[in-house]
């Protein structure tokens, strides 16, 4: 039975860890000393179906929390995530329950905070709000750093003024963990920090020589690897803190490399096939949709070859919210109440997708379900670039990846591209392109995340870790299991 110091980092990706491991003295220590492995995350591999396993040990479709954040539209107002879902089932709530005393700060999405058998403070994600804290005096006591997650969205003239806020948001987000961690013996502290992800989100292509969108040698070449450097001189301000009986374990939500660079239009190979309509224009012949389709295609498409992304951002701006969504997503462009099958929003702009279905349209012309199913496998397993490589890793019936009770959060079947592939709504522009958004959000998430454990007598998980194996260790760290 063990004390526990848990240090979430967004994005902490192994292979980077060891690419740079020379470099980061604390890390490399504990991958000499302690435990290490690339910890595979959830399917997709996003914060918010991520961060709720390890949370709860859940796999989504059993905590039934699925949704993707989408980095290209990340604003004020956005939807909020029910806590619902793993409010009480989180390991901070069990062992409070069994009469640990935790400390817990800044995790992803817990937001509004709850009471708990010690701290628990927290900001807001998507939504806009203070900063909380239970119990309340903590908030009277103590000036709270800026907690949740982060909604910049730079220019590119703004990334240095970004970077500097963000590694000063990070340093302060640490000194306060480390406040609240002096304060008491805690049996569990958790200090989540999310800002790696972001870091990363807004500035992969200067640090990558290999991104088609890589600007040549740049003020931000050492960017990534810079804010790694940063987290690691935190995490030894931790693994000081450390006692015989109190261990270290950090552990990542997903990996992350390059964002997809090429893009595949599944909503336009479901229109070719019949199966996704899009509104009939009053004049015979003449499609407004596909028009208007095309001309934000080449735009988009002008756009990037000129290097002027940010200018879309800017001018997108002027357009009314609920136009501009339905614009980006070309979500006016599909008469949903007559097609069969469109692409699901799960995945958000990483590798991982599905389709959906229709069902009850299924139902009202005799098309048998299953059926279609199978077609969507059909069409989606064997397509090809140009260069006849394949890009679908798997399409699958949801039902023959996930079990449990919230399988049907995820879309009717699902599918892994590629890589360097992601899914896009665009029609009337051909099946394949290229990313018109990478110089805006050059990374992207990854299969592995990482897990690490300090402290000796702790059993790690298994040799392939996953994500929904986390939660165990800790109870065992705990000596609750
Ligand atoms: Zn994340």
Not at 121 to 144: D, H, M, W, Y
Not at 150 to 176: C, I, N, S, Y
Not at 456 to 470: A, R
Request: charged share 25%; glycine share 8%; with cysteine.
């Amino acid at each position: 039975m063990s004390k526990v110091v848990i240090l979430g980092i967004d994005a902490l990706d192994a292979a980077l860890l060891k690419r740079w491991r020379n470099d980061l003295p604390h890390f490399s220590r504990i991958m000499d000393e302690g435990y290490f492995a690339p910890l595979e995350s959830t399917m997709p591999p996003d914060s918010i179906p991520a961060w709720v396993t390890i949370y709860t040990g859940m796999q989504p479709w059993e905590h039934g929390v699925v949704d993707s954040m989408d980095y290209l539209d990340i604003r004020k107002g956005a939807q909020a995530v029910d806590t619902g879902t793993f409010k009480g089932k989180t390991f901070w709530d069990k062992a409070g329950e069994a009469g640990k005393r935790v400390c817990v700060v800044n995790p992803l999405l817990a937001y509004p905070v709850w009471p708990v058998n010690g701290i628990m403070v927290n900001g807001p994600v998507f939504v806009t709000g203070e900063a909380q804290a239970f119990p309340e005096e903590i908030v009277r006591s103590t000036k709270l750093p800026e907690l949740g997650g982060m909604v910049d969205f730079p220019d590119r003239k703004d990334l240095g003024a970004f970077l500097e806020r963000t590694a000063q948001v990070t340093r302060e987000q640490a000194r306060f963990g480390l406040d609240l961690l002096d304060r008491e013996d805690w049996d569990v502290f958790f200090l989540c920090l999310l800002t790696l992800d972001r870091v990363m989100h807004f500035l992969w292509r200067y640090t990558d020589p290999e991104d088609p969108t890589y600007p040549g040698k740049n003020p931000f070449e050492n960017s990534v690897k810079d804010f790694f450097m940063l987290l690691d001189s935190i995490v030894g301000k931790f693994a000081d803190r450390l006692s015989p009986d109190r261990k270290l374990l950090i552990v990542s939500d997903h990996g992350h490399s390059r964002r997809p660079t090429r893009a595949l239009y599944i909503n336009e190979m479901l229109r070719r096939e019949g199966l996704l309509k899009t509104p009939q224009g009053k004049v015979p012949g003449i499609s407004p949709v596909a028009i208007v389709e095309k001309t934000k295609t080449a735009f988009l498409r002008m756009m990037h070859r000129l290097d002027l992304e940010d200018w879309v951002y800017k001018i997108a701006s002027v357009i009314p919210k609920e136009k501009r969504k339905s614009l980006k997503s070309s979500s006016y462009a599909v008469t949903r109440e007559e097609s069969l099958a469109w692409l699901s929003e799960t995945g958000g702009g990483t590798s991982f997708g599905g389709v959906e279905i229709n069902r009850a349209l299924c139902l009202a012309r005799g098309t048998d379900y299953e059926a279609l199913r199978e077609r969507l496998i059909e069409l989606l397993a064997p397509l090809t670039n140009n260069q006849g490589e394949r890009i679908v890793e798997f399409a699958r019936k949801r039902e023959d990846v996930f079990t449990g009770q919230n399988v049907d959060k995820y879309p009717d079947v699902v599918f892994e591209l590629r890589q360097d592939y992601g899914v896009d709504r665009t029609l009337f522009s051909g099946l394949l392109g290229k990313s018109s958004t990478h110089r805006k959000v050059s990374g992207g998430h990854s299969k592995f995340g990482t897990i690490m454990l300090l402290g000796s007598g702790v059993t790690p998980p298994g040799e392939k870790p996953h994500i929904s194996q986390v939660y165990g260790t800790i109870m065992r760290i705990l000596g609750l299991e």
